[in-house]
């Protein structure tokens, strides 16, 4: 009999980022539309490019159908909101895609707003996507990285010696193994020294360019 999940429909989880505000965690539900609109909206032009690789202003109907109305068994995401007592504000959104050829793998971002970068959320957000992904079968997760200079594959072969060859010129397919990550992991420890998590912030500090895989997270 499988074991009972932790990340089901009704997950709520209360949380404090570093600077004392409160959120609220949980899995998108489809009436979540308008709040990720809004939070697009708050995202810095710099910070949409860095997940959409182009210019963009708006999300489309059909962009926000494809990100809020997912089965969370292949498409998971996991959003946080502000819990001050006033009307919620989105704050940030973790997800993964299952690799319908290899089905144990998936792709994976994680998108903060900006004026709660370096609050802790990213991080928290990750564990937790991490922890939903070990429940669904998902044992690593797996991003194409454009290598376009020599530091950036200097970093590459300290976080992720084992990644693959380049799968065609300028492009690198990075597998990371999930860490063992409990479902309530605070955000403190060694899984956040894993390559997976180094990896991530390196991506949120514009220090690693996607590519066009990750605007397909977010945009199919």
Sequence with gaps: ??????????????????NG??????LLRPEDKELLRAGFDRLSP??????????KTQLSTEELHYLCDVDQEDHVAIGAVSDDGGPPVGLGIARFIRLADQPDTAEAAVAVIDEVHQQGLGRLLLLRL??????????RFRSE??????????????????RSVETRTGVVSVEIALPNVPPDQPPTGEPLHSPLYRLFRAA????????EALRKLWRR
Excluded at 132 to 137: F, P, T
Excluded at 204 to 211: G, I, L, Q, S, Y
């Design 1 to 18: 009999m499988a074991e009972p999940r932790f990340f089901t429909r009704d997950y709520l989880e209360h949380a404090v980022l570093r």
């Design 21 to 26: 505000a409160k959120v609220l965690i949980r």
């Design 46 to 55: 710099a910070s949409r490019y860095t997940r959409f690789l182009a210019p």
């Design 130 to 139: 991490v922890a939903a992904a070990a429940e669904r079968g998902i044992v």
């Design 145 to 162: 990285i454009l290598g376009t200079n020599a530091a950036m594959m200097a970093m590459l072969d300290q976080l992720a010696p084992e």
């Design 204 to 211: 949120a500090e514009n220090a690693v360019e996607w590519t």
